[in-house]
C-alpha cells in the first residue's frame, strides 16, 4: 500500500492535466458553464486575455471562439512552454506573468481588451479595470477559499486563503469602478475513490498542504484508508463562484 502511495507520489504532472486519476475521482461541477460563457463573450469581442492559462487546456478548447486578438498570461514557467507550444499554433499570444493581487501590473496598455476571463487564477481588480476596454466585460470563476477544509484539517492546516469568497471578490470589482452583472455561489463535494488518488491530488496542488510527502503524513494517510474501507471513498466539501461585471462607457 504504501509503495503504491510512494509511486503515485512521483507520477508525473503536466499542465493542469489530471487526467491520471479522472476514473479515480468524481468531482462534482456547478450549475453553470464557466466555458459555454467565456466563448459567448469572447465570439462578440475583437480582443480578449486569459489570465493564468495554465498550460492552456482550457483556453484550448474555446479556440472556436477566439477573437482577432487573442493573448493569455501564466505564471508558471514549465506551464508557460506548455502553453506556448498548445497555444502558440493557434494564434495565441502566451506571456509570462504572475497575476495575484500582490504583483506589478499586467503589461499591457489601459483599455486593451475586450473581454477579460479568469478561471482560479487571483488577479488585481483595479488592474482588471485598467486592462479592460470601455464597455468591456469580465469573467472569473473561483475556487471558494475554504475548499477541501475538512481534508486539511486531516494533515494540520487551515485554508491559506479564507477571505477569497464570491462577497469579497464582488466587492473588490465595484471598488474598481467596475459593474457587477452577476454573481453565482456553490457548494459541492470531491470524492476520491483510493488514497493513492488523493495522494497524486495533493502532490499536485501543494499549497494546500506545503509540506505534504507520503512519508510525513504516513499516519495520516493510513487513517484516510481506514475511513475509505469503511465508507467505501472519501469525500470532501468544495466550493465555486462566478462573477461576470463590465466597465462602463
Same mark, same amino acid.
Given at each position: ?12 504532472f503536466?499542465?493542469?492535466d ?17 466555458a459555454?460563457m ?25 479556440r472556436?471562439?477566439y ?15 506548455i ?6 499554433p ?15 501590473p ?16 487571483a ?45 469579497? $471578490?464582488?466587492?473588490? #470589482? +465595484? !471598488?474598481?469602478?467596475?459593474? %457587477?452583472? /452577476?454573481?453565482?455561489?456553490? @457548494? ?9 488518488? $488523493?495522494v497524486?491530488? #495533493? +502532490? !499536485?496542488?501543494?499549497?494546500? %498542504?506545503? /509540506?505534504?510527502?507520503?512519508? @510525513? ?10 475511513r ?6 472519501l ?15
Open positions: 500500500m504504501l509503495a503504491e502511495w510512494l509511486k503515485e507520489e512521483q507520477a508525473p503536466v499542465g493542469w489530471f487526467s491520471h486519476i479522472n476514473d479515480r475521482t468524481i468531482e462534482e461541477k456547478p450549475p453553470w458553464s464557466y459555454a467565456a466563448r459567448s463573450l469572447m465570439r462578440a469581442a475583437s480582443s480578449a486575455l486569459d489570465l493564468g492559462t495554465g498550460g492552456g487546456e482550457i483556453l484550448a478548447e474555446l472556436d471562439a477573437p482577432t486578438t487573442m493573448t493569455a498570461t501564466e505564471a508558471y514557467p514549465p506551464n508557460v512552454e502553453a506556448d507550444a498548445r497555444l502558440g493557434l494564434g495565441v499570444t502566451v506571456v509570462p506573468y504572475e497575476a495575484s493581487e500582490a504583483t506589478a499586467l503589461p499591457f496598455p489601459d483599455a486593451s481588451y475586450d473581454v477579460i476571463i479568469s478561471r482560479h487564477e488577479y488585481d481588480a483595479r488592474e482588471v479595470a485598467r486592462v479592460l476596454a470601455p464597455r468591456g466585460h469580465f469573467l472569473t470563476q473561483q475556487v471558494t477559499g475554504t475548499s477541501h477544509a475538512a481534508l486539511l484539517q486531516e494533515f494540520g492546516v487551515v485554508p491559506q486563503f479564507p477571505d477569497v469568497t464570491a462577497d469579497r $471578490l464582488a466587492s473588490d #470589482l +465595484r !471598488a474598481a469602478n467596475l459593474v %457587477v452583472d /452577476d454573481v453565482r455561489d456553490w @457548494r459541492g463535494w470531491h470524492f476520491f475513490k483510493d488514497v493513492g488518488a $488523493l497524486y491530488y #495533493l +502532490r !499536485a496542488v501543494p499549497w494546500d %498542504v506545503p /509540506d505534504f510527502s507520503v512519508t @510525513r503524513h504516513r499516519d495520516v494517510l493510513l487513517g484516510l484508508q481506514r475509505l474501507e469503511r465508507d467505501g471513498q469525500g470532501f466539501q468544495i466550493g465555486r463562484f462566478l462573477i461576470a461585471a463590465h466597465k462602463p462607457a
